[in-house]
């Protein structure tokens, strides 16, 4: 069954047309897409290989997320992403919007990426990554997770990363 989503202008303004998801974008398209930057409550991270298999970055080792269905909203993107591709329930209120920036493509079309952090609890069977798109799982230190998934974001990204990781520290 295809997946389809909603076109925005670069400003996030919806335009009212939706298409499928790996369609051809035109100049001035943007489309919403969200990342998890998900915390254990030990203070480990959960890193994922991407499939070997993806259309994109096969094998690397990145952050949980993708693209949002029409009709979501980008947190509910989040959390669908964290139970499809790892089997992981996460709560609404326990996602915090960390930043917000653009992709924007040569083509003259782009990504508008939602970046959320959580502090998740590992469920007692543990993680049960999605076949089609994660090949393996790790839980590393903030410092590994950190080099691995900074290789393609810009320096808001890094720096909202760092105060999100920053954070738990003031709350002890």
Same mark, same amino acid.
């Given at each position: 069954?295809?997946?389809?989503?909603?076109?925005?202008?670069?400003?996030?303004?919806?335009?009212?047309?939706?298409?499928?998801?790996?369609?051809?974008?035109? /100049?001035? &398209?943007?489309?919403?897409?969200?990342?998890?930057?998900?915390?254990?409550?030990?203070?480990?991270? @959960?890193l994922?290989?991407?499939?070997?298999?993806?259309?994109?970055?096969?094998?690397?080792?990145?952050?949980?997320?993708?693209?949002?269905?029409?009709?979501?909203?980008?947190?509910?993107a989040? @959390?669908?992403?964290?139970?499809?591709?790892?089997?992981? /329930?996460?709560?609404?209120?326990?996602?915090?919007?960390?930043?917000?920036?653009?992709? &924007?493509?040569?083509?003259?079309?782009?990504?508008?990426?939602?970046?959320?952090?959580?502090?998740?609890?590992? /469920?007692?069977?543990?993680?049960?990554?999605?076949?089609?798109?994660?090949?393996? @799982?790790?839980?590393?230190?903030f410092?590994?997770?950190? &080099?691995?998934?900074?290789?393609?974001? &810009?320096?808001?990204?890094?720096?909202?990363?760092k105060?999100?990781?920053?954070?738990f520290?003031?709350?002890?």
């Amino acid at each position: 069954m295809p997946e389809y989503r909603d076109v925005h202008t670069r400003e996030g303004v919806p335009t009212g047309e939706v298409r499928e998801k790996h369609a051809p974008s035109r /100049p001035g &398209d943007y489309f919403l897409h969200v990342i998890d930057i998900l915390r254990c409550r030990d203070g480990r991270y @959960i890193l994922q290989q991407r499939s070997l298999k993806s259309r994109f970055y096969p094998g690397i080792w990145d952050v949980t997320g993708g693209g949002v269905d029409s009709g979501e909203t980008p947190l509910d993107a989040g @959390i669908r992403e964290a139970q499809e591709e790892l089997g992981l /329930p996460i709560r609404p209120e326990d996602m915090r919007s960390i930043y917000r920036y653009y992709a &924007d493509w040569d083509d003259g079309s782009g990504l508008i990426l939602y970046v959320y952090g959580c502090s998740v609890d590992l /469920p007692e069977g543990g993680l049960t990554p999605a076949e089609k798109e994660v090949n393996a @799982i790790r839980l590393t230190s903030f410092q590994e997770y950190y &080099d691995a998934v900074t290789w393609n974001k &810009d320096a808001g990204f890094k720096k909202a990363l760092k105060q999100f990781e920053e954070s738990f520290k003031s709350d002890r």
